[in-house]
Every structure is written in structure tokens, then in C-alpha cells.
């Protein structure tokens, strides 16, 4: 998973609650990105940043949040506002500056009680 | 929306045969990128191939693009129980940002 961390693993949320996945990288990589993954399928852009402090909507931003406020950092806000949040949640990070290549965490399993 | 639909959604196949499995996507890119996912876990990087290269391989993978067909290959040659993952394919959204859309992904799973 090189040098991207997310915690915790797994998190259970009751509903109305505000939860947030932390991720962070020490690959000094400009660009950070979330995604989210449902059983069975494929991954679904939430949020991305391309450099620190500007950040954009990717296809399914609604009910989330995010902040990117120092470079190795990238947290995701969940909100009480995303409907069906239940879901594998994966951090990605690229160098940048058409370097291609995602390195991506180990992923955030959320689960809403 | 999905610009990547990987074929078949899934494949059982015996080890020592080979696999492969194909990705489609509708509009035009600057490259296109193949990545392993085991259950639960996070994506790894395979393989890149740009628009201008036809074919490409790393070790026991091969990697064909046409992008007159819009549409990308992966063969993954005298397969292992070890191979046994979930395969993507990403493409980038265009030019001026760093935005990768993922396919569907192909099952894979090698029967000892």
C-alpha cells in the first residue's frame, strides 16, 4: 500500500452522525484523491486535490466534505447528509504534474448502524 | 459516470492458463492504466500504456490499447492462484487534470 495511511480500518456510524477518514502520505505527491467502492463494483471519484488548498468535485461528492490544508493530509468527512454511506472508502496519491500512477491506502471500511 | 467497462465481469480459469480481460471506454485519452485489487484491500498499479503505444509488457503481463476502438487489453500469461484479484482499468479524464475514471473490473479467480 506504500506510503499512504488510512485509518481507522473499520468504522461504524449511527445514522446522523458526521464521521471522518483520515488519510495521509509521505510520498510527497501533490495530488490526493477519495473514492468510494460498493460491493461488487468499481471505484467512484468523490473528491480530488491537486494541490494544497484547492480541492474538486468528482461524480458523487454530495454528503461529503473534505479539507486539504497540508500536503501529506487529505481527511474525508462523511455527513449526515450522504444517504447510504455504507461503503469501502479507498485514498489514492500521484506525484502529479502528469505522472500518472496512483498509489492508493489500504481503504476505510464504513458502516452505518 | 464509469468511462471504463471491463469484459467479462468475471473469469475462472485453471493456473498455468492465461487470462484476459478487456476494457472499453468512450472517450478519448492521453493514457490508460491497469490496476490489481485483492479483496479488500487497496489498489495496486500494474501497468501504464499512452495513447501513442500500441502494446506493452512487465514480467507475465501484456497490455495491447487501440484507441481507434477505444478499447485496452490485459494478459496475464501462465496464471497463479496468487493472481487470483479483482483487475481495473483508469483512464484519465483529460488533459489539464489529474482526474482518473475506473472501470467495473474483472473478477479473476485461478484455481489451483
Known amino acids: 500500500d506504500g506510503g499512504i495511511t488510512q485509518s481507522p480500518k473499520y468504522l461504524f456510524r449511527k445514522e446522523g452522525q458526521n464521521v471522518t477518514l483520515s488519510c495521509e502520505q509521505n510520498?510527497?505527491?501533490?495530488?490526493m484523491y477519495w473514492y468510494r467502492q460498493d460491493p461488487g463494483q468499481g471505484l467512484r471519484l468523490i473528491y480530488y486535490?491537486?494541490?494544497?488548498?484547492?480541492?474538486q468535485k468528482g461524480d458523487i461528492a454530495e454528503g461529503y466534505s473534505v479539507s486539504r490544508e497540508k500536503k501529506e493530509s487529505f481527511p474525508l468527512t462523511v455527513t449526515s447528509a450522504q444517504k447510504n454511506p455504507t461503503a469501502f472508502y479507498l485514498c489514492?496519491?500521484?506525484?502529479?504534474?502528469?505522472?500518472?500512477?496512483?498509489?492508493f491506502g489500504p481503504g476505510t471500511r464504513l458502516t452505518v448502524l | 459516470s464509469q468511462q471504463g467497462e471491463e469484459d467479462p465481469q468475471a473469469l475462472s480459469i485453471q493456473e498455468g492458463e492465461n487470462a484476459t480481460m478487456n476494457c472499453s471506454y468512450k472517450?478519448?485519452?492521453?493514457?490508460l492504466q491497469w490496476y490489481r485489487q485483492n479483496s479488500g484491500r487497496g489498489l495496486v498499479h500494474l501497468i501504464l500504456?499512452?495513447?501513442?503505444?500500441r502494446e506493452k509488457h512487465s514480467g507475465r503481463l501484456r497490455v495491447t490499447l487501440d484507441t481507434s476502438k477505444k478499447s485496452s487489453s490485459l494478459l496475464i500469461t501462465a496464471s497463479r492462484a496468487a493472481d487470483t484479484a479483482s483487475y481495473f482499468c483508469?483512464?484519465?479524464?483529460?488533459?489539464?487534470?489529474?482526474?482518473?475514471?475506473f472501470g467495473t473490473g474483472t473478477r479473476l479467480k485461478v484455481l489451483a
Open positions: 500504456i499512452r495513447s501513442n503505444e
Open positions: 510520498l510527497n505527491h501533490d495530488a
Open positions: 489514492a496519491s500521484s506525484m502529479g504534474q502528469r505522472t500518472w500512477t496512483q498509489y
Open positions: 472517450t478519448s485519452i492521453n493514457n
Open positions: 483508469a483512464t484519465d479524464a483529460g488533459s489539464g487534470t489529474y482526474k482518473y475514471i
Open positions: 486535490s491537486q494541490i494544497v488548498n484547492d480541492f
